[in-house]
């Protein structure tokens, strides 16, 4: 089996609330493959969304390490850890995060403003992109003009347009009606069967039974890693 790309051990995240401290992560260990898809799970509030914030490198834990690609991001700068993450992480948000002045093709090539390497053919390939999530008809309409499931779907070209080696998703099925939620679940499969290694966070159980692992979660601790039966 491949070595991990990313490994996440004894994370640890705590918040103050009021006159308390509160710990949302009591000592998380995770590992991210290539080719794979990982299922983060749980119920609100036990953590998910906190490690996804860490394993993105958006959120330093307060105590354990998350080791991109060989380094140890605890060891890092913040300017280090930012070059790491936008080389090695997509991120594809629950709330889309669309920029509402920008058409989907110019949303999906954000990224490639930050990566210098990935701006050779970048309109061609968030063209092919957008075509292959069956936006090719909607290059050119702003997000106001496409629905929610296309809404995701240019944000998912977003966050692969630069080649990340990680996809991470946060609830990605959650907004979306049944029938375009089983076209987003295909999609994510199709890029963990191209070589990425995808994670998501979801309540959804279709979207959570193409997990090749599952990592339950409850009070901030890994209660059960099961892989796909």
């Known amino acids: 089996m491949a ?10 995240r705590e918040y103050r609330v009021g006159g308390h401290r509160v710990r949302a992560l009591a000592g998380v260990d995770l590992e991210l493959r290539a ?10 509030g036990s953590g998910k969304s906190t490690l996804l914030g860490c394993l993105a490198l958006l959120d330093r834990p307060d105590a354990g390490s998350v080791v991109l690609d060989g380094i140890d991001t605890a060891r890092c ?6 070059q790491l993450q936008r080389r090695c992480i997509g991120m594809v948000f629950q709330q889309f ?12 090539l954000l990224p490639t403003v930050f990566h210098r390497a990935a701006r050779a053919g970048a309109e061609q390939r968030a063209r092919q992109l957008l075509a292959r999530c069956g936006l090719g008809e909607r290059l050119h309409h702003r997000p106001a003009q496409l629905s929610g499931g296309e809404q995701q779907r240019v944000a998912i070209a977003r966050a692969v347009i630069h080649g990340p080696r990680i996809l991470l998703a946060d609830e990605p099925t959650a907004n979306l009606d049944s029938a375009t939620g089983r076209q987003l679940i295909e ?5 963990a069967q191209e070589g990425l290694a995808v994670a998501f966070v979801t309540h959804d159980a279709a979207l959570a039974a193409i997990a090749d692992v599952r990592y339950t979660l409850r009070d901030g601790r890994i209660v059960d890693a099961s892989p796909r039966a």
């Open 97 to 108: 995060h669309l920029l509402p002045h920008l058409s989907a093709l110019e949303n999906a």
């Open 77 to 82: 700068t913040a300017a280090q850890r930012r």
């Open 3 to 12: 070595e991990p790309l990313l490994v996440a051990r004894g994370l640890v």
């Open 187 to 191: 999609l994510l499969r199709e890029l």
């Open 35 to 44: 080719g794979t898809c990982t299922a983060i799970l749980g119920p609100s």
